[in-house]
């Protein structure tokens, strides 16, 4: 069974800080998606990793998948109270089935 | 197409009366997804289909679940004699295979009384 974890479950930070997030698993994925969610809505895509090593960026966040694409961390440079959300990461199985970890709850403190 | 349309928005059912919820895929997506998600806690895949073909149903789903896409398209998640425990955001995502990304619909959230 393939299964992901993250890292830390629980963040509260202040304003203007750095922080980075984790996703790890045993398995190899195919692919990794970060999504954010907000409270009573579906998650919302961020990114999509697919290659080992790879790094993207968007604006303040960077996305990164590890070599052997069994793990990925998320970077956020100076936080702001507008990222305040869950975060998921997400994997895609060899038959296409996607996969979640719990999250990571982030609070961005003004 | 706006994305993916999951109706209702909320339910509050009585524990054992039985509920249906719609999901309308984005267009040409032949991958959809169900998941269930309790309060601060990652999406709990329930099952898939590609087309109408279901591909996989969670072990942890009881026979009270059952899920169809008839024709391809969109799709119903029906849970009989409902229990306070199915009390939980119902989502539902689509894709297409050679893509990587699932597109998640805002959910039916799911109150049992």
């Known amino acids: 069974t393939q299964l992901l974890e993250q890292s830390p479950q629980f963040l509260s930070i202040q304003e203007g800080e750095n922080l980075t997030v984790y996703c790890n698993s045993s398995?190899?994925?195919?692919?990794l998606q970060w999504y954010r969610q907000e409270p009573g809505e579906g998650p919302v895509l961020l990114v999509t990793?697919?290659?080992?090593?790879e790094v993207k960026k968007l604006k303040r966040l960077t996305f990164q998948f590890g070599d052997a694409r069994k793990d990925s961390s998320l970077h956020i440079t100076a936080a702001q109270p507008g990222d305040t959300g869950l975060y998921l990461c997400?994997?895609?199985?060899?038959?296409?089935?996607?996969?979640f970890g719990p999250g990571t709850s982030l609070s961005v403190i003004p | 197409d706006t994305g993916v349309s999951q109706d209702p928005r909320h339910k509050i059912t009585k524990r054992g009366q039985n509920v249906t919820f719609r999901c309308d895929p984005i267009?040409?997506?032949?991958?959809l997804y169900w998941y269930r998600q309790t309060l601060g806690q990652g999406p709990e895949f329930l099952t898939y289909?590609?087309?109408?073909?279901?591909?996989?149903k969670s072990r942890l789903l009881s026979d009270r679940f059952s899920a169809e896409r008839p024709k391809g398209s969109f799709s119903t998640l029906e849970i009989q004699r409902t229990e306070q425990g199915d009390s939980a955001m119902y989502l539902c995502?689509?894709?297409?295979?050679?893509?990587?990304?699932?597109?998640f619909g805002q959910g039916t959230r799911l109150t049992v009384v």
């Open positions: 995502a689509s894709s297409l295979p050679r893509y990587t990304e699932a597109f």
């Open positions: 398995s190899v994925f195919s692919s």
């Open positions: 990793v697919v290659t080992g090593g």
């Open positions: 997400a994997g895609k199985t060899s038959y296409d089935k996607v996969i």
């Open positions: 267009s040409e997506h032949n991958r």
């Open positions: 289909f590609q087309n109408e073909a279901q591909l996989e």
